[in-house]
């Protein structure tokens, strides 16, 4: 392997980060291909046994063992901590699996974790049942207010953890203020920035810990393969994350770390436009809906908090209609353009209803307690031309008399 500008720390943290989505982290083979490799091997050889000896005892860098290093996923390990402005970064099999790798990994019996209360539904799963069943102990709370954070920390508080836009609920996290008493306090913040992704929102330059992604959202972007990374200290990724990660597993697969270094060339691109669309589309909505919650608009509450801390709002928002779980899942049903579909950061536009579907498995209680009613849709705007998806809501809407 031939290492290229693109390998090159010094030069690459100088770049912007346009181009360092495009450059960084390439590698090139003794080929001099244009584009990166898919490198499918699972294994390596060696010239000797010493050679081997050598890379296991850490003492010369080289491959050992895909679950460990693989070319193709190094280079998208690097470019992600480059766009993150993080010293490093782990790729993971999908957002959940970095989550779970972020926190497990840090944590034991006796510690307490303060999470926002308004989740994913798989990641206040893991708050709720997965942390306390190692007896870790978990707090939910309403993380949009500043206060909430400090009454909850407890003398064995090692870790806060949350996600800022949050799904689907539109809160956003005070990012300066909570990773500042994090870091006053000796806690570790975990912010799974799913929703913004570098190209809207880099969590570290707040003072946050670390940074966990669903890559499967808008780094790949056109909806193809479930990828995650995390992304912190380079004392961190190695010393505490990496003996979980080596020993448990959670790899991602070369072939979807290709596909995800081939959408992080159009992430700043595609961010820049799909949010503009979101909240042409959001606009819209708003005279029509009995709710709307999308930061980028005045009406969200904390509309001044999202513009000091993001760059443009993303692709995401929910909004709520008037009677109920019948009504939204009318109105999903009388779509023509506009798919049916959970998932979120895609090229398409989709919608889903996330009482009946992302948190069903949370339960009704939790619903209600985080604010996901049985009238909320959440909508991806994806590269369409706003107008059509205008026009598919506004026919939509009509039909079922909203
Ligand atoms: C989708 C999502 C996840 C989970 O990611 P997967 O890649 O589906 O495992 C975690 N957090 C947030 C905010 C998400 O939107």
Redesign the pocket.
């Known amino acids: 392997m031939k290492r290229t500008t693109g390998q090159n720390r010094a030069i690459t943290s100088k770049w912007k980060p346009a181009t360092q989505a495009i450059r960084g982290g390439t590698w090139r083979s003794e080929h001099g291909e244009t584009s990166e490799a898919i490198f499918m091997t699972s294994g390596y050889c060696y010239d000797d046994a010493q050679t081997v000896a050598a890379r296991f005892a850490e003492e010369e860098v080289g491959m050992t063992y895909s679950r460990l290093q693989n070319p193709t996923v190094q280079m998208l390990e690097e470019r992600i901590a480059l766009l993150e402005g993080a010293e490093a970064c782990r790729a993971q099999?999908?957002?959940?699996?970095?989550?779970t790798a972020a926190l497990l990994c840090q944590l034991k019996a006796g510690d307490h974790v303060v999470a926002a209360k308004a989740?994913?539904g798989?990641?206040r799963w893991l708050v709720d049942n997965l942390l306390p069943k190692f007896g870790i102990e978990t707090t939910a709370i309403e993380a949009a207010k500043n206060e909430e954070w400090e009454k909850a920390i407890r003398p064995n508080t090692r870790v806060f953890f949350f996600?800022t836009p949050?799904?689907p609920t539109m809160d956003l996290v005070d990012l300066n203020y909570v990773c500042g008493l994090a870091r006053s306090r000796g806690i570790v913040t975990v912010v799974?920035?799913?929703?913004a992704t570098p190209a809207l929102q880099r969590p570290l330059d707040f003072g946050a810990d670390i940074v966990?992604?669903?890559?499967?959202?808008l780094m790949d972007g056109q909806g193809r393969v479930?990828?995650?990374a995390i992304c912190g200290s380079e004392e961190f990724i190695e010393k505490t994350l990496m003996p979980f990660q080596r020993n448990t597993g959670p790899t991602l697969s070369p072939f979807n770390a290709w596909v995800v270094l081939k959408g992080l060339e159009t992430l700043d691109l595609r961010a820049r436009r799909q949010s503009e669309n979101a909240l042409a589309v959001g606009k819209f909505m708003e005279g029509r809906v009995a709710k709307i919650l999308h930061p980028g608009l005045p009406s969200h509450p904390q509309h001044n908090l999202a513009m000091s801390q993001m760059k443009a709002c993303g692709p995401i928002f929910s909004f709520i209609v008037d009677g109920g779980r019948e009504s939204a899942h009318a109105l999903l049903n009388a779509l023509e353009l506009i798919d049916i579909s959970n998932?979120?950061?895609d090229s398409r536009s989709l919608m889903t209803h996330p009482a009946s579907t992302?948190h069903h498995g949370v339960g009704p209680e939790v619903r209600e307690d985080m604010g996901v009613v049985e009238g909320m849709l959440r909508i991806n705007v994806g590269l369409e031309d706003p107008d059509d998806l205008i026009a598919d809501l506004d026919q939509a809407l009509t039909k079922v008399g909203l």
């Not at 799974?192 to 929703?195: E, I, L, V």
Request: with cysteine; hydrophobic share 50%.
């Open positions: 099999a999908s957002g959940m699996a970095a989550m989740a994913f798989s990641c996600e949050a799904n799974d920035n799913a929703f966990a992604y669903s890559a499967t959202k479930l990828a995650g998932n979120i950061g992302t």
